[in-house]
């Protein structure tokens, strides 16, 4: 059995998973998720077996999507105090034959962990902002920093993007590797003056946005703190912009950023894809998001489905 299981590096997957097909494939996956069991999709809040001495935890994400064809799991652990150039992060997805049950690939789901996030919250700007964003802030310089630049910049002509990290000079490095709309500012509050769009994907437990830097009407997508006992976000703004999430039992469960805030939900963005729910114009939005295993089953089904169109066509 374990001869037949195909292995995709990290590197194979950056080269196929690109976000023209994969932001559409998230999308559809939330709508599903947030119609489900009725759409096919089978998906518990995941385990987190928390690692005290480290501060971190180890996550199992399964998810079944009938009408892709997917049954995966994805692994993940979160360490936080890495460094040294280790990533905070490590994540693997194992997928299943649908039929059989027989293990079918191995994945590494680093890649797809940073690209399917950006991909999500990509969806949720979307959805919730309406015209052309002209200023992107994010804080934080990490890995999701750097998707979401991609994932947003894929969907919008920014003029000015800005980045501000509590070590400055991993914000300085980032713009720099970004190009040269995007610009470092020591100041978090100087970051996100003014910003139509707001990123905050840090690993701080404290909040690093306050709610009165954020501009109204702007839209906010709070990346970070999955966890009940950490917070990225004032509970002020949790308290006063209108909050959206990816999963509702997943926010309430594992955002220290809704539970410390006692925030309320408003809807899952699975129901703005569905149309169930009218985004209210103009509002200072946040989404809150999690991440949830169904956009690792469908991305890393996407591919596989790349790796397989493109042996078909060179046979
Ligand atoms: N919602 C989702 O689906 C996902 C959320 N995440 C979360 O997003 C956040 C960022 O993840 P990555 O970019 O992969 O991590 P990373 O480790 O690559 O980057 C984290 C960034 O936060 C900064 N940072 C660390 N400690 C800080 C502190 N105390 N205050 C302020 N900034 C601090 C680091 O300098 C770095 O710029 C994490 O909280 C992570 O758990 C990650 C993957 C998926
Ligand atoms: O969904 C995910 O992969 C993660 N959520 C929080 C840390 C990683």
């Known amino acids: 059995m374990v001869e037949n299981i195909r292995l995709i590096s990290a590197q194979v997957v950056e080269e196929v998973l690109k976000y023209d097909e994969l932001i559409p494939v998230i999308e559809s996956a939330l709508g599903k998720f947030s119609n489900r069991p009725q759409s096919g999709v089978i998906q518990p809040l995941r385990t987190c077996l928390r690692i005290p001495a480290v501060d971190g935890f180890l ?19 979160f360490f936080p105090h890495n460094s040294g150039g280790l990533s905070t992060h490590s994540a693997l997805t194992v997928l299943f034959h649908c039929q059989t049950g027989v293990p079918t690939a191995i994945l590494d789901a680093d890649v797809i ?7 999500a919250s990509a969806v949720a700007t ?16 990490g890995v999701q920093a750097r ?4 994932a947003l910049s894929h969907l919008y002509n920014f003029y000015e993007v800005t980045i501000w990290n509590h070590r400055p000079e991993k914000a300085k490095a980032l713009a720099a590797e970004l190009g040269n709309h995007v610009t470092s500012v020591d100041d978090a509050e100087k970051a996100v003056r003014d910003a139509d769009v707001i ?3 840090t690993n701080s437990s404290t909040p690093v946005l306050k709610a009165a830097w954020v501009k109204s009407g702007a839209h906010v997508n709070a990346v970070g703190s999955c966890r009940p006992d950490w917070h990225e976000i004032d509970p002020l703004l949790m ?3 209108a909050v959206y999430a990816d999963s509702k039992e997943a926010a309430l469960k594992e955002s220290g950023d809704v539970i410390k805030a006692g925030a309320t939900i408003v809807a899952e963005i699975g129901e703005l894809v569905l149309g ?3 985004p209210r114009n103009s509002e200072t939005t946040v989404f ?23 042996t078909a066509s060179t046979q």
């Not at 962990?113 to 991909?119: D, E, G, L, Q, S």
């Not at 998707?147 to 991609?150: A, D, K």
């Not at 998001?289 to 489905?305: C, P």
């Open 239 to 241: 308290q006063t912009a």
């Open 126 to 141: 979307k959805h919730l902002v309406s015209g052309s964003p002209k200023k992107l802030a994010i804080l934080g310089a």
């Open 199 to 201: 990123v905050t994907a």
């Open 113 to 119: 962990t940073a690209y399917r996030t950006a991909a």
């Open 147 to 150: 998707s979401h630049f991609y």
């Open 276 to 278: 169930k729910v009218q």
């Open 59 to 77: 996550g199992v994400m399964p998810a079944y999507s009938e009408s892709d064809g997917v049954l995966s799991t994805k692994l993940l652990t």
């Open 288 to 310: 809150k998001s999690l991440g949830i295993a169904i956009e690792d089953a469908v991305a890393a089904s996407l591919v596989l489905s790349k790796l397989d169109a493109h």
